[in-house]
């Protein structure tokens, strides 16, 4: 009965669709981390004895059952914050989760081409394989790296690796856990992986153990002022007054309990030089109560153009540390697509609003950039979007802590905003960091060095999260060298099997 329903035809295909929306039911909120596994099972399964054009279809439907479920939030962006009909807003989500799902497709051709005829390609091979294409989600087209199987683990064993491996080596556990598993009735070829799996969670739960960070200094009080201002109102002109007033009454008694106030991204609707007299009113009352203001605040970099003479005006979203006199300022670096600025711009301005939002024309700020420094704390600073690329988000070894700055409100009452502070989770854990997480309207936290949320608001209120952060010093592996370890153990493991399958056939 199985093997008819993974042969090829619809039986299969549908079967694919819904192991791929397990791996969303993994994530946050649902957080049922075996599904995730238990998805991988399925479609190590359902790519057995299929060509290699079979597969890719197969691999197709597989990755619209991930994405059509796990990015059914990009529909409220457009919808209800765009000015998108339902019809066109859910066919340009529809389609961006088509288009996506081409990436499982090229997983599927090449996997049952190049990878599974080989020995060890149906376990090491698969994991390896797995881990690629979620890298090519990491850049292709500016990246969309969301729905990591990886993610899944905060609360496993296999958290242990984090600071070790990253997400991608996570991912590679994780996959060769279920490959292993889906050819285990072949016990003696794959005992090998079988073995590799168990040593890996058991591994796992040992590495949490080790303390790869060290506390600095004493713990921080801060304060993250959570406003809720509505979107369709926050960048109303009318209301500008109004939301200056809200921020400094909510303000107003966390100074003397606070080293640091924090306001979300974008929480000042107007650039940083037209605001500039409420932000030194407000740095000067922090300064006289031995306290820091942190904001997230649009910027203008006037300068000359491309041709030398001239005027040349750039706008970008930033961070801004008020402190001791002082204003220091952290640009965002990876833009969202058509939320900071429209690709082909000269032919989509206009068509619809969703390609009009306000504030759609950021430049990208510098790559490197030095920490923002209030209260002693330097902080790796990381805005909305950014925070899911763990490479950008990673910790200078001079940092402290990571903070990031977002608005959420474009989700509504979806699951992104939850997927995305999953992810934040896992930048903590990663870099034994604690993360600061100040939001317009929800998911505000702290989180600890081990990517535990130590202290949360209700989304969708009015409210202050005041609490206290442990700063750290000292680095993880991760941290140390990102991401290119894992990455390069699967660009082995791929390299080295049809060498060893020629050993093999040799003897």
Known sequence: MARKLCAPGWPGHLLALIAGTLITLSLAPFDYWPLGILSLIALHGLLDNLSPHQAAWRGWWYGVGLFGSGISWIYVSIHDYGAASGPLAGGLTGSFALAL????????????????????????????????????????????????????????????????????????????????????????????????????????????????????GRPRQVALVQANIPQQLKWDREQYEATLHLYRNMSAPLWERAHIVIWPEAAITNFYDNARDFLDDQADVARQRGSSL??????LLRGADSDGDGDETT???????????????YHKRHLVPFGEYVPLESQLRGLIQFFDLPMSDFRAGPDRQP???????????????????????????????????SNDAWFGRSIGPLQHLQMAQMRALENGRPMIRATGNGVTALVDAKGRITARIPQFERAVLLGSFQPMTGETPFMRFGTWPALAFCGAVLALLPGINRQYALK
């Open 371 to 405: 920490p923002l420094t209030a209260a002693d704390v330097k902080f790796a600073t990381s805005i909305c979007y950014e925070v899911v690329y763990p490479d950008i988000a990673r910790a200078g070894a001079d940092s402290t802590a990571l903070l990031t700055l």
């Open 101 to 216: 799902a081409l990436m499982h497709a090229g997983l599927g051709y090449g996997y049952a081409r190049w990878i599974r005829p080989l020995r060890g390609g149906r376990t090491a091979g698969f994991a390896a394989w797995w881990v690629l294409w979620e890298w090519v989600r990491l850049w292709l087209l500016t990246g969309f790296p969301w729905l990591y199987v990886g993610y899944a683990h905060l609360d496993t064993p296999l958290a242990g690796w984090a600071p070790v491996v990253g997400i991608y080596g996570l991912g590679f556990i994780v996959a060769l856990t279920a490959a292993a598993l889906a050819t285990a009735h072949h016990w003696r070829r794959t005992l090998p992986a079988l073995l590799a799996s168990l040593i890996c969670w058991a591994g796992g739960a040992g590495l949490q153990r080790i303390d790869w960070t060290q506390p600095d």
């Open 315 to 329: 706008m970008r979203n930033s961070a801004a540390v008020l402190a001791d006199g002082r204003t220091d300022f």
């Open 294 to 299: 942190i904001t997230g605040i649009p910027t």
